[in-house]
């Protein structure tokens, strides 16, 4: 991997922070939009892993799991284990699968980043990398996460639900609104700039002691890895239970 240098246009429109970006980008040309096309196709390579997985895991069910299922059932169980404690026993069924897609997209994309061999594939521009260290994936998952929570907050509570930002006191409707729009960046930026950060110090001390580093330090990558996406998930199933219950 490379770091190549930040790149900032001059902002003379809020539109323009999109123009922030950093290294080069690989684009495909859509109609009128530009998008990044390396970070479409590690995310197929990633969504195509996690349906590869439950269909060998489920081909041969036995009532004892071994092997695949036994690992498939394991995977299931922690996600509908941490669902059930952040959102409470009677609300976090139908949330399962929501909160599992996330966690497991997060988990497989930080994990691609580090034993998968994206260099191998040239492209014109820049190169394959995690799709977690793209903020254009990480704002997306982070306002799924938002959409998700005012669904649940209007389908269990109807539009009685707005009345939480009058709560204790019509005096912090403004604090109370800010905290809505604050938790999605919250969670967008840390995991962007976790994954991102965590490549650039790899990069940074492979290129220093190449011969030394890269080993020790690929342990450590897929460790961290992991910890992001359970931190994003938990926030993540806390921040959709709560608009289901009566406190914050």
């Known amino acids: 991997m490379h770091i ?17 970006e950093v290294g080069q980008h690989f684009y495909w040309q859509i109609g009128d939009f530009q998008v990044h096309a390396q970070v479409l196709v590690t995310s197929w390579v990633v969504i195509a ?20 299922q036994n690992f498939t059932e394991y995977v299931l169980e922690f996600i509908r284990d941490l669902t059930r404690t952040q959102m409470g026993e009677e609300e ?23 034993p998968f061999p994206w260099r191998i594939v ?26 998700a929570h005012s669904y649940a907050g209007l389908h269990k509570k109807g539009f009685s639900y707005f009345g939480k930002y009058i709560q204790p006191t019509p005096v912090l409707l403004p ?3 800010s905290e809505d729009f604050t938790k999605p960046p919250s969670l967008s930026f840390r995991l962007f700039g976790n994954i991102l950060a965590d490549e650039l110090v790899v990069a940074v001390l492979v ?19 992991a910890i992001q996406a359970l931190i994003f998930a938990t926030p993540a199933a806390a921040y959709i239970g709560e608009s289901t219950e009566g406190h914050h």
């Open 49 to 68: 892993l996690l349906l590869a997985l439950p269909l060998v895991g489920t081909r041969n069910l036995q009532t004892i799991p071994t092997g695949s």
């Open 175 to 177: 604090i109370n609104i």
């Open 207 to 225: 290129s220093l002691v190449p011969s030394i580093v890269p080993v020790p330090m690929m342990p450590l990558g897929l460790f961290t890895s």
């Open 4 to 20: 190549e240098q930040l790149r900032i246009y001059e902002i003379d429109d809020p539109y323009r922070v999109s123009s922030v």
């Open 92 to 114: 976090y069924r139908p949330w399962v699968p929501f909160i599992g897609t996330m966690f497991s997209f997060i988990f497989a994309s930080n994990w691609s980043g580090a």
């Open 122 to 147: 040239q492209l014109p521009h820049g190169e394959l990398a995690a799709p977690t260290n793209d903020i254009n994936t990480t704002v997306a998952l982070a306002s799924l996460t938002s959409v």
